[in-house]
């Protein structure tokens, strides 16, 4: 995997994969690359937790790890990546606001700028 900052090869393919469980064809759109870049602005005390929180909800089924802090947290940025309406850059795939069908006139007009995340 190209372009991480933080994620080895296997850490992402985890991410992923545990993206995709808890939002069903979120892969699509890359959610490492944005975990990614808010793992690289985390202290590394926090970072190493979220990785072990990724990691830790990556055993067994998701049932097992449902209303523990690690799930809590390794679900929200998985919410986050997608339907913040994230796609890397250089995927084609359609965002999850036209999945959702999110098309107020101000939703329409709002040009999506992650280099804030250093994702350009």
Same mark, same amino acid.
């Given at each position: 995997?190209?372009?991480?900052?933080?994620?080895?090869?296997?850490?992402?393919?985890?991410?992923?994969? !545990?993206?995709?469980?808890? !939002? =069903?064809?979120? *892969?699509?759109?890359? /959610?490492?690359?944005? !975990? #990614?870049?808010?793992? *690289?602005?985390? #202290?590394? /005390?926090?970072?190493?937790?979220?990785?072990?929180?990724?990691?830790?909800?990556?055993?067994?089924?998701?049932?097992?790890?449902?209303?523990? =802090?690690?799930?809590?947290? !390794?679900?929200?940025? *998985?919410?986050?990546?997608?339907?913040? #309406?994230?796609?890397? /850059?250089?995927?084609?795939?359609?965002?999850?606001?036209?999945?959702?069908?999110?098309?107020? =006139?101000?939703?329409?007009?709002?040009?999506?700028?992650?280099?804030?995340?250093?994702?350009?």
């Amino acid at each position: 995997m190209v372009g991480l900052r933080v994620l080895d090869d296997d850490a992402a393919r985890m991410v992923v994969r !545990v993206c995709d469980a808890i !939002v =069903p064809g979120s *892969a699509r759109v890359r /959610p490492e690359v944005y !975990v #990614d870049a808010l793992l *690289a602005a985390m #202290d590394d /005390p926090t970072r190493d937790a979220a990785i072990a929180a990724f990691a830790s909800v990556s055993t067994g089924s998701l049932d097992d790890h449902a209303g523990t =802090p690690d799930f809590m947290w !390794v679900r929200a940025l *998985a919410i986050e990546a997608f339907y913040s #309406d994230f796609v890397a /850059p250089g995927v084609e795939a359609r965002g999850a606001w036209e999945e959702i069908d999110f098309n107020t =006139p101000l939703a329409r007009r709002l040009a999506k700028d992650w280099s804030y995340l250093g994702i350009a």
